[in-house]
């Protein structure tokens, strides 16, 4: 017989009918339950489960909690939502974080123990999901993330999403208006009811939360210069005004000329309209409202965006990839790249080159031809 450990009884080390050896440690009375709670630790050996039994109590000195209640990886998943992320993450990260995990992850691996859930169930899991043509990296991202609070509150004693070979991901292709093209949609826009913001958002690279989270105060016409501060996220219809993500995205950026005119027009539009309506505008001091004041519905715009290119035969785009659009031609144009990053509120000057790698040999070959032309001979 083992000694005591701090009220916890090691028990004796048997062989069972099976040829298995057992062991049991007593771990105290549960008052909410009425019962005894136990631990048992098998093995193949008398050795194996003595290592065990070994491991467990120095990690219990340790405040490891040897046995945790038993629950499957959707109560924890869910519990872990609401609980954790709801309260720490943006609106839109926790509608993703929701959206994936009841779309995929409870589906996939939600039946199975928190406590036997293995490195090989989840790489069958994120095998199956790639096969479908599903990018499955924000999905390991996600479940490795939730598994982390796993570990700390000891429900688990590893987290096993960072144990899964991460999947070969497709580079994604970017969309986006040349020069040609770009000169062509700022004439589509002109004296649309959003055109100022289609000209801000590709001449000075927006995010459209960005965009739609201005108020006249962050725009200066006569110095030139707009910041950005907030952003307008939407979530079940609520609005809300966030900051950034990172202190870089809060920056000033000066305007072209261009779009401070159209902003200036913008102005003047927006409080005839305000007049129009009196006391039936709600005054947000957006800069991008709708007809009454209000912020402008995200559906709305990317409706009006693909109506646009298609009547003037440009590209299909997504909202974003004017930002994209805004980046290559001041790269194209020889802009260095740190001033696109602080343009366009990157975080750090490996994510501008990284992410639109597509324009580096282009540049490539137009600085070897400069060098050519004041080094070359004959």
Known sequence: MATKKRGQNEGTIFQRADGTWVSRISLGYDTVKGTRRQKAFYG?????VRK????????????????PAKQTVATFLNAWLETVAKPRVRI???????????????????????????????????????ETGLSVEHLRRVLRTALTQ??????????VATLVSSQKQKKHEFHYLDQDQARKFIKAVNGHRLEALFTVALS????????????????????GTLRVRVQLQRSKGKVEFVEPKTE????TIPLPNFAITVLKRHKAIQAQERLMIADKWK???????????????????????????????????????LRHSCATLLLSQGTDVRTIMETLGHSQIALTLNTYSHVVPSLQKEAATKMDEMLGVG
Not at 94 to 105: F, P
Not at 248 to 251: D, E, N, P, S
Not at 292 to 306: K, S, Y
């Open 44 to 48: 193949k050996t008398k050795e194996e």
């Open 52 to 67: 065990k039994l070994t491991e467990a109590l120095r990690g219990n000195d340790l405040g490891v909690n040897i046995a």
């Open 92 to 130: 839109k990260t926790y509608r993703s974080y929701e959206q994936i995990i009841r779309n995929h992850l409870i589906p996939g691996l939600g039946r199975h123990e928190l406590q036997k859930l293995t490195p090989q169930l989840v790489q069958a899991f994120l095998n199956a999901k790639a």
């Open 150 to 159: 796993a570990v700390k509150w000891d429900y688990v004693q590893r987290n």
């Open 204 to 223: 000075v690279g927006l995010r459209l939360s960005e965009a739609l989270g201005l108020r006249w105060d962050d725009i200066d016409l006569e110095e």
């Open 248 to 251: 870089r995205a809060k920056r």
């Open 283 to 321: 005054d947000y001091n957006l800069v991008f409202t709708s007809s009454i004041g209000t912020p402008v519905e995200e559906r709305n715009i990317r409706r009006t965006l693909t109506a646009l290119l298609e009547t003037n035969k440009l590209p299909t785009l997504r909202f974003h990839d």
